[in-house]
């Protein structure tokens, strides 16, 4: 048996959602794994020789888990993109933005996830050249392993519908010759494939999938990638036992796509090509309908859900509420589009936690609770990311991932002791009430600090990168993402208007609404 070595001590103790909070609780770690948990006084007499951190101050709660990101260092603004509507924002991303180091970008990320809490996180990769993309798989990794972050890592694939739902050739038509041969260009030799896709994800799962990585597939989306290369990974995953992590229903033009196109919605879709279950997690789903609700419920199929990035990209609101209410498992995801470009997952808890109190409008109706949103953060994420029953809650034998924050901080001057401490958090709690982070039975974050990563130095190799002058071949990249914009523009014009609402929040009205006899 391990020795415990560090005992931790907490004023505030709440080992998970459905558990009290614990006054003066502990929680005594050996190795990499949970020992202990009780009373402060009876572990410190059980456990003489463990170090003690910690103390009366602070609130300790399980690691929190970020359920779907794509580990960007530099947020899209900071890389010159104003947010817009998805379909055409895309267009002002990735293909403009200058390419950044993949170790300091991850890097970068994971250092400020960890500092706001986040000891788990699920990164899907999206990589606009994917040529040399086993060295940004390398660096990828390596930054999570020497910040000390869990990690799935879900390599991104897509081979359809390039620039919109449907009639792609009639958009390319619409170009210049230039900009026309620019975006068909063939890539080159080397690049990651819908051929060798699988086979990759394969050769990841037998090198790096252990206790602090786990690797999953990552198809963009099901109107992104054809029903043959779906049915592999689907196969795939199935051989491998590994998670597969899409987005789907993130806009109402992708709603529309497979009503038009398939005649039903993308989730019976998903659910005819047998691609939804618990090894299925969904990102976004703002505009799935009742039926598709309830066969995520019935199925199993996980859900992220992502209020700062659905608010920024003018999704909509996802109703996580109603999903949760059927069974679904929802939990949270920053999407590398938190509110404040700053990772801060105790905040993106905090929008999540608002955005769904306006679920009805009738008074003392239910609503999101705190502890089903610390559950969202915590538990179901864990099982979301491949880590079910090892993380997520403060039980002996599972692994040491836990948050110390400082609680009399978040309370000054005063809170009524009648709160529930999850409750105050989510009222008044952020990133940086964020004390000590525990990953794996390690310390990696002290008094905010984080121990693992040098961040001022990560910080300056990402601006040097960021900052340098575009090439010729990128600035004619930027100028055909410019011309593809405006007909992808035209050619979704008169889409929402083939699409009647019943939408699931009452916001606002616009006529009196008064019902006469």
Not at 251 to 261: A, G, R
Not at 366 to 373: D, E, G, I
Not at 470 to 494: H, I, S
Request: aromatic share 8%; hydrophobic share 35%; with cysteine.
């Amino acid at each position: 048996m391990l020795e415990v070595t560090i005992l931790v001590h907490a004023g505030q103790l709440v080992a998970a959602h459905d558990q009290p909070a614990v006054v003066n609780g502990a929680v005594a770690i050996a190795g990499e794994f949970i020992h202990d948990i009780g009373p402060y006084a009876e572990l410190a007499t059980r456990y003489p020789d463990a170090k003690i951190i910690g103390g009366k101050q602070f609130l300790c709660i399980p690691g929190l888990i970020n359920a779907h990101t794509h580990g960007k260092g530099l947020s899209d603004f900071q890389r010159g993109a104003l947010d817009n509507t998805l379909e055409t924002w895309r267009f002002d991303t990735y293909d403009k933005f200058i390419p950044l180091p993949t170790y300091e970008d991850v890097a970068y990320s994971a250092a400020r996830l960890l500092r706001s809490g986040v000891t788990g996180t699920m990164h899907n990769m999206l990589l606009p050249d994917t040529t040399g993309y086993e060295k940004k798989y390398e660096d990828l990794l390596n930054a999570y392993r020497d910040a000390g972050l869990r990690v799935l890592f879900c390599p991104a694939i897509s081979n359809n519908n390039p620039y919109v739902y449907g009639d792609n050739d009639r958009v390319l038509k619409g170009l210049s010759e230039k900009s026309r041969n620019i975006l068909t260009a063939p890539r080159p030799a080397g690049s990651l494939t819908a051929d060798n896709y699988v086979r990759v994800v394969s050769d990841l799962h037998s090198q790096y999938h252990g206790s602090m990585s786990r690797i999953g597939l990552g198809p963009v989306s099901p109107q992104w990638t054809t029903k043959e290369l779906l049915l592999e990974i689907r196969h795939a995953a199935e051989r491998l036992g590994i998670f597969i992590h899409t987005h789907a229903l993130q806009t109402i033009f992708q709603k529309l796509y497979p009503l038009k196109f398939f005649g039903k919605t993308l989730i019976e879709y998903m659910n005819d090509l047998g691609l939804l279950g618990p090894n299925v997690v969904i990102g976004h789903c703002v505009y799935p309908t009742e039926s598709d609700i309830n066969l995520l419920a019935q199925t199993d199929t996980g859900v992220t859900h992502h209020p700062s990035c659905n608010l920024r990209v003018r999704n909509g609101i996802a109703p996580a509420f109603h999903m949760l209410q059927a069974g679904v498992r929802v939990g949270i995801g920053i999407d590398s589009k938190g509110i404040n470009d700053d990772e801060d997952f105790i905040q993106e808890m905090k929008i999540c936690y608002l955005l769904q109190r306006i679920a009805s409008q009738e008074l003392d109706s239910p609503y999101l609770s705190a502890r089903q949103v610390l559950q969202m953060g915590t538990e179901i994420g864990a099982g979301l990311i491949g880590y079910r029953d090892e993380i997520g809650r403060l039980e002996p034998n599972r692994y040491a991932d836990m948050v110390l924050l400082d609680y009399d901080e978040m309370c000054r001057p005063f809170v009524d002791l009648a709160h529930d401490p999850i409750d105050t958090l989510l009222y008044r709690g952020k990133g940086s009430h964020v004390h000590t982070v525990i990953v794996n039975g390690k310390i990696v974050v002290e008094s905010g600090r984080l121990l693992t990563l040098d961040e001022e130095v990560i910080g300056e190799r990402l601006a040097k990168a960021a900052s340098r002058p575009r090439t010729e071949t990128e600035r004619g990249k930027v100028q055909a993402m410019d011309e593809l914009k405006t007909q992808v523009m035209r050619y979704y014009r008169n889409w929402p208007e083939e699409v009647e609402y019943e939408p699931y929040f009452i916001v606002n009205s616009r006529i009196d609404g008064l019902k006469h006899k």
